[in-house]
């Protein structure tokens, strides 16, 4: 079966900590504005995501705009394409907050990831579940996360949000920890 998404996605979620509203929308080229890439940067640029998923790759350099751009313009490939699946979850007044990926169109055997700014912390679980929604009705059957070792927090988020603990490619794995989404479920 094709994957198939509605091309309007605005899906409202709450903040679980202070019970604002945000909203998990596709990511793509029509947010490739000033505003939003400034606040993409500043996210990428801040110690637990850049630490995370940015240091190691950018040899300690920090995040820089032209990265914003490419990171906008591989997720309107993704939707162009259905290669690959990009979601933003913004503020009500529209600033990106975080985002969560599904890195390819594999209905079996897909990857996720995703980054939450420190300033909106309490959306990452809502946006991994509603993602995970969406990404059943669009007809993935598993999805899977691997964290690093010690990305508890991260690790939180997957536990909450329904993913399993793969204990066998956990046990094979010497940095990560894996976890398994089945969307029958
Ligand atoms: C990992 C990361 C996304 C987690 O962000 P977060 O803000 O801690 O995640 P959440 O919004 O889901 O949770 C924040 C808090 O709200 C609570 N919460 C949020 N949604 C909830 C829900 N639906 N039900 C219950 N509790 C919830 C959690 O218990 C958590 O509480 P805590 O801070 O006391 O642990 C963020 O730290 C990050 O971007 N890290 C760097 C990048 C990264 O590691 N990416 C993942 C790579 S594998």
Redesign the pocket.
Same mark, same amino acid.
């Given at each position: 079966m094709a994957l198939s998404f509605p091309t309007d996605i605005k899906v409202p979620i709450q903040n679980?900590?202070t019970g604002a509203r945000y909203y998990v929308i596709r990511a793509g080229d029509a947010l490739n504005i000033g505003a939003h890439l400034s606040e993409i940067t500043n996210i990428c640029n801040q110690p @637990? *995501?850049y630490g /995370?998923?940015f240091d190691g790759p950018l040899g300690g350099k920090p995040y820089p705009i032209e990265k914003a751009i490419g990171f906008l313009q591989w997720a309107e490939e993704g939707w162009n394409n259905a290669t690959h699946f990009v979601f933003l979850t913004t503020t009500a007044a529209g600033e990106i907050a975080a985002a969560c990926d599904i890195k390819s169109n594999d209905p079996e055997w897909a990857e996720m &990831?995703?980054?939450?700014s420190e300033h909106h912390? &309490?959306?990452? %679980? $809502?946006t991994v579940g509603t993602v995970c929604r969406l990404a059943a009705q669009a007809g993935f059957n598993t999805l899977f996360? /691997? %964290?690093e070792k010690s $990305?508890r @927090?991260?690790a $939180? *988020?997957l536990l /909450?949000s329904r993913f399993q603990a793969d204990t066998e490619k956990t046990l094979r794995d010497e940095k990560h920890d894996w976890f398994v989404y089945r969307c029958a479920w």
């Open positions: 679980w900590k @637990r *995501v /995370r998923l &990831g995703y980054w939450a912390s &309490g959306i990452m %679980t $809502n996360a /691997r %964290t $990305n @927090r991260s $939180n *988020v /909450r």
